[in-house]
């Protein structure tokens, strides 16, 4: 399950995720039919991540007001809860399927097509005028396999970027002068910083931040079409780069890189932690900046975003960030692909398009853009500014999200050992455990 959008949020119990839909879907659906909705003609039913609280949220209600004033159309919205990929399927097999979902490209909704939940929008990408709008990067990691010539499974809108967070106040305290940008280096900053009493890099062991952070450092041996084929199919503990990057790990958590107690920790305490001024560095992604600056500790005042430090023999050139687009998207529903809805499911979803709109969501939720364009004047917050120009300086890791899809949240089982004591023998045999568990 991705967190992504809303990563402070809890997760809750299944029955009342179901319950809460079927509350907002439930008027008047017909019962056993799964493309049956709530809605007539003159509404659209969604559900979205970007529920109340999230930094999209805003920007997302001036979408629909915007568009129910223009069309007519009543946008119908549930908010998506920390289970939605389980929201929307029990949804659907009730008979209560929405139009549209507002959904993260992962772990479910990669077998959502097929599973029949949702449709493919190669077609409506060329009808409704986006194709030139949109980057082929994007489009390609919203393709089956995450290829060029794999079906598009949606339509992307929310990019991220994905680097280490450095609050240099505290680095300078601790007498660490310059950013590390070797392991060597890192390794003897988080010495000083311990000595200084400041815990060094924050992190998630316990969830979705350390699962990224775990994938960047363990590939750093490895060429991206390697390292996508190992985490699609396992062989962790067979190929020697790999290997020497799960050890690469285990030398900097044994070295005291990582914070006290990180397999402990999920991603509520890595933002509480850095954002008090109690850790210096933490890696995170665009969706945090907003949130850093309303933390009110004016962390981001003195926060330089940059690349993770490399090992001696990386295959990278340059530190490396994350970067991607299978952040949040508009998946279209086989009930939303019906004659009689598809219409306004094409009005809906281009209306999030317009550059002025894109620009809206860049300035409230800094997200990165999936439209060419030039955004950088939406780029209000001081850490987006400085996302924008890390291409320059940085190197981008594979995001696992798409190759190692449902054994997700098995291999975070696994990383919050590794973010303890396990070998790194261990930990690639519990890799490889977990993703053939996921295939079979």
């Not at 809605?39 to 997302?60: E, H, K, L, P, Y």
Request: with cysteine; aromatic share 8%.
């Amino acid at each position: 399950m991705d967190h992504r959008t809303r990563p402070w949020a809890v997760r809750v119990m299944a029955g009342s995720v179901i319950t809460a839909l079927a509350l907002a879907l439930g008027g008047c659906g017909t019962g056993g039919d799964s493309a049956s909705g709530t809605g007539g003609s003159n509404s659209i039913d969604v559900v979205t991540r970007w529920s109340a609280g999230n930094t999209a949220a805003a920007a997302q209600a001036r979408v629909f007001q915007a568009f129910t004033k223009e069309t007519g159309v009543k946008v119908n919205s549930t908010d998506g809860l920390e289970t939605i990929d389980d929201q929307v399927e029990n949804a659907v097999a009730a008979g209560k399927s929405p139009d549209v979902v507002i959904v993260n490209l992962y772990d479910k909704t990669l077998g959502w097509q097929d599973a029949g939940i949702t449709v493919p929008v190669d077609t409506y990408l060329k009808e409704w005028g986006l194709a030139d709008k949109m980057k082929p990067s994007a489009l390609d990691e919203w393709r089956v396999g995450g290829k060029p010539d794999g079906k598009l499974q949606g339509l992307p809108f929310s990019g991220f970027s994905w680097p280490v967070w450095y609050n240099t106040d505290l680095l300078k305290a601790a007498g660490v002068d310059k950013i590390p940008t070797s392991t060597d280096e890192l390794i003897d900053a988080a010495k000083k910083l311990r000595a200084a009493h400041i815990q060094p890099l924050t992190v998630g062991g316990n969830d979705w931040t350390g699962q990224k952070l775990f994938y960047q450092i363990a590939q750093s041996f490895t060429d991206a079409a390697t390292m996508e084929k190992v985490m699609q199919g396992g062989g962790y503990c067979a190929t020697p780069s790999v290997m020497q990057g799960i050890k690469l790990f285990t030398q900097l958590r044994d070295a005291g890189v990582f914070a006290d107690n990180a397999a402990g920790l999920n991603a509520d305490a890595m933002y509480a932690a850095y954002y008090s001024g109690k850790a210096a560095m933490m890696s995170a992604g665009s969706w945090a900046y907003t949130d850093a600056k309303k933390s009110g500790t004016g962390v981001e005042t003195h926060t330089t975003l940059a690349g993770l430090p490399l090992p001696s023999g990386s295959v990278f050139k340059n530190p490396t960030a994350l970067q991607g687009f299978t952040g949040v998207g508009f998946m279209i529903t086989k009930r939303g692909a019906s004659k009689d809805r598809i219409d306004n499911v094409r009005k809906f979803i281009t209306s999030f398009y317009q550059d002025a709109t894109v620009g809206d969501f860049v300035k409230d939720a800094s997200i990165l853009p999936p439209t060419d364009g030039d955004f950088q004047k939406y780029a209000t917050d001081p850490l987006l500014s400085q996302s924008l120009k890390l291409d320059k300086t940085v190197d981008y890791a594979v995001v696992p999200d798409v190759w190692i899809g449902s054994a997700s949240d098995p291999i975070i089982q696994v990383l919050t050992g590794a973010y303890g004591k396990s070998s790194a023998d261990k930990i690639c045999q519990g890799l490889d455990s977990a993703t053939k568990g996921a295939k079979s």
